[in-house]
């Protein structure tokens, strides 16, 4: 039995060509970048290609390309930069209640060890923040808007420009979390209209540990860690000079079969979500049915635990989640679901299903095989179909 993996919006494996790029990297190509003699050459070099290949993806210069460790460190230094920067003045944050908890636990930090103060903005029943609740929101000290594209949970994409706008009308620095949309939506930082933006390698077929913050030239922040002037002093510490190598080789593979991608898996993930709405009863789709990232479908099943299904399929060879990686060890309904008035009876059975560069046709046709089967068995055993 082989295995099917559709999880991709945990991580992704990383593509053979992304691999190869890497390589010389770690042995012939070693060198610190900031070496003075000419071993250095090579990898300096390379990060500076990558530099620039990222910046044409994300419609930027190549000197605001910062390299990080990934979604959660360019989280943390937007959101952290912008605020210590205004530490004189302890200014106000405006983020949504959906964001991944890179942003979330950073504002919360922000509020009880710095005395911010932050708002989270409420999103819809289709997680959608509204762009007139965020011109509400504003105050005269606000510093900082921090709203993520995609969603990670449910892959609603959010009305970024109209955020940028008021942003902008009231001169304040705006961030996002773009780690689920680049590679999978075009993402150019001028249409988008922000000013800071993180994404990650590991969820686009590079590498685990490495990302890049988008730093709007002229953007008022701080570095959050200091040594060395490497990033422009943004960011000290000797480059990962293969990660970086592989980051700008997977964002750009995504950003080239982008098209070819979306229009494929579109069609596999359409037809395994409304398979499901209709083969199995009792069963609702979370997020906006359109507005959404063309590669994902979270799915609740009612009167089940989605954990339980996910390890009737694990058992089966299937790999899936329970909306977020990061959260499946805690207790409790997801804030996302929370967030969009899903009912926790109807939050608790829902499943994300994600689907990536290696999903074929045969992988749908096994899951769709096995769901009913799996579902009805469930909920035969379950103690809440009998409860409501
Ligand atoms: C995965 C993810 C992150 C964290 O990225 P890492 O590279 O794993 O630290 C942040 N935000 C979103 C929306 C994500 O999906």
Do not use: W
């Not at 009805?376 to 009998?386: K, T, V």
């Amino acid at each position: 039995m082989s295995r099917i993996y559709m999880d991709y919006n945990a991580t992704t494996p990383a593509d053979p060509r992304v691999v190869e790029a890497m390589l010389p990297y770690f042995t012939e190509k070693f060198g610190n970048p900031s070496s003075p003699h000419s071993v250095a050459h090579e990898p300096r070099a390379a990060i500076e290609r990558a530099r620039e290949q990222v910046a044409s993806c994300l419609g930027s210069q190549p000197s605001e390309v910062v390299f990080t460790s990934g979604g959660s460190e360019s989280d943390n230094a937007a959101i952290k930069g912008v605020a210590f920067a205004h530490l004189p003045e302890r200014g106000h944050i405006i983020t949504s209640a959906i964001e991944h908890h890179a942003v979330l636990s950073t504002c919360e930090y922000l509020e009880k060890e710095f005395g911010f103060s932050v708002t989270y903005l409420p999103v819809n029943a289709d997680g959608l923040v509204d762009a007139r609740d965020v011109r509400r929101a504003v105050r005269g000290d606000t510093c900082l808007i921090s709203v993520m594209h995609v969603n990670n949970e449910v892959g609603t994409i959010q009305p970024l420009k109209e955020i940028a706008d008021i942003a902008r009308e009231h001169d304040i620095t705006f961030h996002t979390d773009a780690v689920q949309s680049v590679g999978k939506l075009p993402v150019n930082v001028n249409a988008l209209g922000v000013d800071l933006l993180s994404l990650s390698a590991h969820k686009l077929y590079g590498p685990k540990g490495v990302g890049a913050l988008y730093v709007r030239a002229g953007t008022r922040m701080h570095p959050i860690a200091h040594g060395g002037s490497h990033e422009r002093g943004m960011r000290a510490g000797t480059e990962n000079v293969a990660g970086i190598v592989g980051l700008a080789k997977a964002v750009e593979l995504a950003v080239d079969e982008m098209d070819r991608e979306t229009a494929r898996l579109s069609a596999l993930r359409d037809r395994l979500q409304n398979t499901l709405l209709r083969e199995i009863s009792d069963v609702v789709l979370n997020g906006h049915r359109e507005n959404r990232i063309p590669v994902m479908a979270n799915v609740s099943f009612l009167f089940v635990e989605g954990e339980s299904i996910v390890l009737s399929l694990d058992m089966e060879g299937i790999a899936v989640s329970t909306g977020s990686a990061c959260t499946t060890d805690a207790t409790g309904p997801s804030h996302v679901l929370a967030a969009m008035g899903v009912e926790p009876n109807v939050a608790q059975g829902s499943v994300r299903f994600g689907l990536g560069r290696y999903t074929v046709e045969s992988d749908v046709d096994r899951v769709l095989a096995l769901m009913p089967k799996i579902v009805e068995r469930l909920r035969m055993i379950s103690p809440l179909r009998n409860r409501a």
